[in-house]
């Protein structure tokens, strides 16, 4: 079992930044890949970005050049820095963690762009 917490969403205004952070809890060594997907209202889940246990990172199209995927091993977290925020990013993101043959999400986090 793998259990995420994430944190980092809210409010910001277009143009501007957010971070977000997912925590890794669990039998973490059987995590191949971590990453963050997203879901606006009346919109399926869409993927944002993950990062493998090898480092390879994988970017949805709309947030390539603007978002950047990281992951800090010792805190077993990995982190979505998101740049240039639009009224077009506003979502609930979650917090994947691939361990097959399963998959685990954590509770979702709140991303609103707005003047």
């Known amino acids: 079992q793998v259990h995420l917490v994430e944190s980092g969403g809210g409010l910001v205004r277009p143009g501007g930044s957010l971070r977000l952070s997912c925590a890794a809890f669990?039998?973490?060594?059987?995590?191949?890949?971590m990453g963050w997907y997203r879901q606006a209202p009346g919109k399926q889940r869409e993927l944002v970005a993950l990062?493998?246990?090898?480092?390879?990172?994988k970017y949805g199209d709309s947030v390539k050049g603007r978002f950047a995927i990281s992951r800090d091993d010792a805190k077993n977290t990995v982190y979505l820095q998101m740049n240039n925020l639009g009224p077009e990013d506003t979502a609930v993101f979650y917090c994947?963690?691939?361990?097959?043959?399963?998959?685990?999400w954590g509770q979702g986090t709140q991303v609103t762009i707005s003047p």
């Open positions: 994947n963690a691939h361990a097959p043959p399963s998959d685990y």
């Open positions: 669990g039998s973490i060594f059987s995590i191949v890949s």
């Open positions: 990062i493998t246990s090898g480092g390879s990172t």
